[in-house]
């Protein structure tokens, strides 16, 4: 055979064989196409069941329910409230959730929230660079301080005082931190309970902590107990967990449109 009779021969096979790749990959694109089409379809779907699903579920608020007027036990239903509480709940029905509200240590409060066993948590926190990394904040709800609860009639602590008294704060609040970061060794409790009843019991000398909360146990201990001056300025918010931005913007929301009453 001539080498232009084989030529012959290749050619329709060439032709053929681009032919069927010309018809099939119609075939491949209409497939393909097709299964984007269905994907486009149930993913909606399946985000919109996650939601359902989510709305049904409570928004878990932790919080240690001694601080008020913020958050605290009320003496006759046992009921933690006060206005975390409050602003929280808002925040939860403008979402179309219920709130679930839970009681823990303090130092537990933004782990809970960070590892996801908690959607916020609200004990008078205060917003600090370091807990930033770990969660979110609301704006702020409220701007106080620190001062000194202690027994009336007694010197009045001051910072400088201070290095020569029984200091009590709550663990790993940002006043413990303070204290230490200011030379200071205090004693820390657990709860603000527990401090409070070492000062009656004249075991510290003194508690360091929110102003807010200081004025409200002076008010209720009928001249017992005094507060000195305020020695630092500090933003409450409610931690949510990094990037949950609806409940954030919802807790925003809530606590504009109080200030604004």
């Excluded at 055979?1 to 491949?28: D, F, G, H, V, Y």
């Excluded at 370091?130 to 709800?141: K, N, Q, W």
């Excluded at 931190?177 to 527990?194: A, E, N, Q, V």
């Amino acid at each position: 055979m001539t080498l232009e009779n084989i030529k012959k021969n290749q050619q329709p096979r060439e032709q053929s064989n681009s032919a069927n790749m010309l018809m099939t990959r119609p075939r491949i694109m209409t497939f393909a196409c097709l299964l984007a089409v269905l994907l486009a379809g149930t993913l909606p779907l399946a985000a919109q069941e996650k939601d359902a699903q989510n709305n049904e579920q409570p928004l878990v608020l932790v919080t240690t329910g001694e601080m008020p007027p913020y958050s605290y036990r009320d003496e006759k239903t046992g009921a933690i409230v006060g206005e975390e509480i409050e602003i929280a709940r808002e925040a939860a029905a403008k979402l179309g959730r219920k709130l679930e509200v839970q009681t823990a240590q303090f130092s537990s409060l933004l782990p809970m929230v960070s590892e996801g066993k908690a959607d916020l948590a609200a004990a008078e926190i205060i917003i600090t660079e370091g807990r930033l990394r770990t969660v979110d904040f609301s704006i702020p709800y409220a701007t106080e301080g620190g001062m000194f609860l202690y027994r009336a009639g007694e010197t009045m602590p001051t910072m400088i005082r201070a290095e020569r008294m029984r200091i009590a704060v709550l663990d790993a609040s940002i006043y413990d931190f303070y204290l230490s970061l200011h030379g200071l060794d205090p004693i820390r409790f657990k709860t603000y309970d527990h401090a409070i009843k070492a000062l009656k019991e004249k075991r510290v000398d003194a508690i360091f902590y929110d102003s807010c909360t200081v004025r409200v146990m002076v008010e209720k201990s009928n001249g017992k107990l005094a507060a000195s001056r305020m020695e630092t300025r500090e933003h409450f918010g409610i931690a949510v967990r990094k990037g949950n931005t609806r409940l954030k913007t919802a807790l925003n929301e809530v606590i504009e449109s109080r200030r604004k009453k």
